[in-house]
């Protein structure tokens, strides 16, 4: 039945998108529809958290208008809501009230500057309390002025009155404590838009099956978390996959890092949207590399898919920094991959876990790659495993990608583990995806750590250092599939019927050139 459920309000919201598709580019649209979402969630929390305050008094958060004592009444609900949602809305302000101020009677009514003085208002509520930081600037990327919304001011009411109305009349079902079928769909929405982005599509979003594999990687042996950290959060679909993995309850605190802002506003969004409490996540916007903003934690979990070889500074100065001087290199200008590596084992607790998604290039690069591939291999013995994934998985990109999954102290101190799983998916139009039984072979194939024919092999460190090092896959998965034996017998029978059919073929266009009175090709 959730799934049901699951699946309208995934279609419906949607839909939604269709009212502004061909108005604006899909990011723009996407922070507009992903924004309104978003208010109408906090209107509906707030009416309903309101509503249970007001119960003694027999009246819903509606209805406080009418009430001579409104003003203590008010007072005594803005308390509670700050404290238990971080946040608040007087009654006037919520988003039922505003949708039906703006079709009233069915005819569009001018709302644009009361709905930017309420998002402005929800962000103002926090000042000064514990949730400043987790709603501050979360309604910035809704300009309701731009001029991709409509020329006059007229024509961007009138959108954005459709917008509204439209998702007034979806039931986002917030009664349903059994499942999290609202926060669900606002992952598949951001999945949608991924899909569509391009190349941009990787500054924010990890494919779910990917986010699946990683979560399950961090989480094996494990039902609770003191704490999960995603160094590159984007929109927090990795850290809410782990959240689905051992459930949120057991999970501690949600800690990020992410660089881009509107993606930053997004990921605390999304968030709250799955129920994650604003004093149970701490996403900063800032350089992970340059300006981390956790360097005093270790974490539990890790997990992460960086900005493939990204550029970083690689200043001198970091030689001087505890994540990179024992390496005693650092990664090049040009290809940050190692740099995140080596930031996430900075962070990673002694008992903890790491899984991140990175190029292939880091397997073989040579150089200062190459080094920091050995010092981790050889000196600290972290890594624990490599997983080949098939390549065009991601959005926006085709180049092949692996998993590495470190630890800081490993059963298994002797080996490290290879899966070659680049064969294994389905072909979904222009994406290759995982299907839930190629992720199920990766996951038991890690714990179980068994060699497979032209899967999985285990290495002994021994054969690591006679590799130098290099751990391309296929040096220690051999995936040679060997050619069928030609029948030359049958070959060659086979042309000389292809040399008589030919022949045969050339009489008749002979005749018919004849016939047309026209030279032969031939």
Same mark, same amino acid.
């Given at each position: 039945?959730?799934?049901?459920?699951?699946?309208?309000l995934?279609?419906?919201?949607?839909?939604?998108?269709?009212?502004?598709?061909?108005?604006?580019?899909?990011?723009?649209?996407?922070?507009?529809?992903?924004?309104?979402?978003?208010?109408?969630?906090?209107?509906?929390?707030?009416?309903?958290?309101?509503?249970?305050?007001?119960?003694?008094?027999?009246i819903?958060?509606d209805?406080?208008?009418? @009430?001579?004592?409104?003003?203590?009444?008010?007072?005594?609900?803005?308390?509670?809501?700050?404290?238990?949602?971080?946040?608040?809305?007087?009654?006037?302000?919520?988003?039922?009230?505003?949708?039906?101020?703006?079709?009233?009677?069915?005819?569009?009514?001018?709302?644009?500057?009361?709905?930017?003085?309420?998002?402005?208002?929800?962000?103002?509520?926090?000042?000064?309390?514990?949730?400043?930081?987790?709603?501050?600037?979360?309604?910035?990327?809704?300009?309701?002025?731009?001029?991709k919304?409509?020329k006059s001011?007229?024509?961007?009411?009138?959108?954005?009155?459709?917008?509204?109305?439209?998702?007034?009349?979806?039931?986002?079902?917030?009664?349903?404590?059994?499942?999290?079928?609202?926060?669900?769909?606002?992952?598949?929405l951001?999945?949608?838009?991924?899909?569509?982005?391009?190349?941009?599509?990787?500054?924010?979003?990890?494919?779910?099956?990917?986010?699946?594999?990683?979560?399950?990687?961090?989480?094996?042996?494990?039902?609770?978390?003191?704490?999960?950290?995603?160094?590159?959060?984007?929109?927090?679909?990795?850290?809410? @996959?782990?959240?689905?993995?051992?459930?949120?309850?057991?999970?501690?605190?949600?800690?990020?890092?992410?660089?881009?802002?509107?993606?930053?506003?997004?990921?605390?969004?999304?968030?709250?949207?799955?129920?994650?409490?604003?004093?149970?996540?701490?996403?900063?916007?800032e350089?992970?590399?340059?300006?981390?903003?956790?360097?005093?934690?270790?974490?539990?979990?890790?997990?992460?898919?960086?900005?493939?070889?990204?550029?970083?500074?690689?200043?001198?100065?970091?030689?001087?920094?505890?994540?990179?001087?024992?390496?005693?290199?650092?990664?090049?200008?040009?290809?940050?991959?190692?740099?995140?590596?080596?930031?996430m084992?900075?962070q990673?607790?002694?008992?903890?876990?790491?899984?991140?998604?990175l190029?292939?290039?880091?397997?073989?690069?040579?150089?200062?790659e190459?080094?920091?591939?050995?010092?981790?291999?050889?000196?600290?013995?972290?890594?624990?495993?490599?997983?080949?994934?098939?390549?065009?998985?991601?959005?926006?990109?085709?180049?092949?990608?692996?998993?590495?999954?470190?630890?800081?102290?490993?059963?298994?101190?002797?080996?490290?583990?290879?899966?070659?799983?680049?064969?294994?998916?389905?072909?979904?139009?222009?994406?290759?995806?995982?299907?839930?039984?190629?992720?199920?072979?990766?996951?038991?194939?890690?714990?179980?750590?068994?060699?497979?024919?032209?899967?999985?092999?285990?290495?002994?460190?021994?054969?690591?250092a006679?590799?130098?090092?290099?751990?391309?896959?296929?040096?220690?998965?051999?995936?040679?599939?060997?050619?069928?034996?030609?029948?030359?017998?049958?070959?060659?029978?086979?042309?000389?019927?292809?040399?008589?059919?030919?022949?045969?073929?050339?009489?008749?266009?002979?005749?018919?050139?004849?016939e047309?009175?026209?030279?032969?090709?031939?």
């Amino acid at each position: 039945m959730a799934e049901d459920k699951k699946q309208q309000l995934e279609q419906q919201l949607w839909k939604i998108a269709d009212t502004l598709r061909g108005k604006m580019d899909a990011d723009d649209f996407r922070d507009y529809i992903l924004g309104f979402i978003f208010y109408k969630y906090l209107s509906e929390k707030m009416y309903d958290y309101a509503t249970h305050i007001l119960k003694p008094d027999n009246i819903t958060y509606d209805q406080l208008k009418n @009430r001579k004592d409104k003003k203590a009444l008010l007072a005594a609900v803005k308390d509670e809501a700050l404290d238990a949602l971080g946040y608040f809305l007087e009654p006037d302000e919520l988003f039922s009230e505003i949708a039906r101020r703006g079709n009233s009677e069915g005819k569009p009514k001018f709302i644009l500057d009361d709905l930017t003085k309420i998002l402005t208002h929800i962000e103002q509520s926090t000042m000064g309390t514990a949730s400043e930081e987790e709603f501050g600037n979360l309604f910035e990327d809704l300009d309701l002025t731009s001029s991709k919304l409509g020329k006059s001011e007229n024509d961007k009411n009138e959108l954005i009155v459709k917008v509204l109305t439209h998702l007034q009349d979806i039931d986002f079902d917030l009664h349903n404590t059994e499942s999290d079928v609202l926060g669900d769909a606002y992952e598949y929405l951001i999945g949608k838009f991924a899909s569509g982005a391009g190349k941009k599509a990787g500054e924010f979003y990890t494919p779910q099956q990917v986010s699946t594999v990683l979560a399950r990687l961090v989480t094996t042996g494990k039902t609770k978390l003191k704490n999960v950290y995603d160094p590159t959060c984007g929109s927090g679909s990795l850290l809410l @996959r782990v959240a689905k993995e051992v459930n949120e309850k057991n999970i501690g605190k949600f800690y990020g890092q992410e660089s881009n802002p509107t993606t930053y506003n997004l990921c605390r969004m999304n968030m709250i949207m799955h129920n994650v409490h604003y004093k149970k996540f701490d996403i900063k916007n800032e350089d992970t590399l340059e300006r981390p903003a956790h360097l005093d934690l270790r974490f539990d979990a890790i997990v992460a898919n960086p900005p493939f070889s990204a550029e970083w500074s690689a200043s001198p100065l970091f030689m001087s920094d505890d994540r990179y001087a024992p390496y005693g290199r650092l990664a090049p200008k040009g290809t940050a991959d190692f740099a995140f590596v080596q930031h996430m084992i900075h962070q990673l607790a002694d008992g903890g876990t790491m899984a991140c998604v990175l190029p292939h290039g880091v397997l073989f690069r040579g150089g200062a790659e190459g080094h920091i591939r050995e010092y981790l291999i050889k000196e600290k013995n972290y890594l624990d495993a490599v997983i080949g994934l098939p390549s065009n998985i991601f959005y926006g990109t085709g180049i092949p990608t692996c998993i590495l999954v470190l630890k800081k102290k490993r059963p298994d101190a002797g080996s490290i583990l290879f899966i070659d799983a680049s064969q294994h998916f389905e072909k979904v139009k222009t994406q290759n995806v995982l299907r839930s039984e190629d992720i199920d072979k990766i996951i038991k194939t890690y714990k179980t750590r068994t060699a497979e024919d032209k899967y999985s092999y285990v290495a002994s460190l021994g054969e690591i250092a006679e590799n130098d090092y290099n751990l391309n896959i296929p040096r220690y998965v051999d995936t040679f599939e060997e050619e069928e034996a030609v029948n030359l017998k049958a070959v060659a029978k086979e042309l000389k019927k292809m040399e008589v059919d030919m022949k045969a073929t050339d009489v008749t266009i002979e005749k018919f050139c004849k016939e047309l009175g026209i030279d032969t090709p031939f």
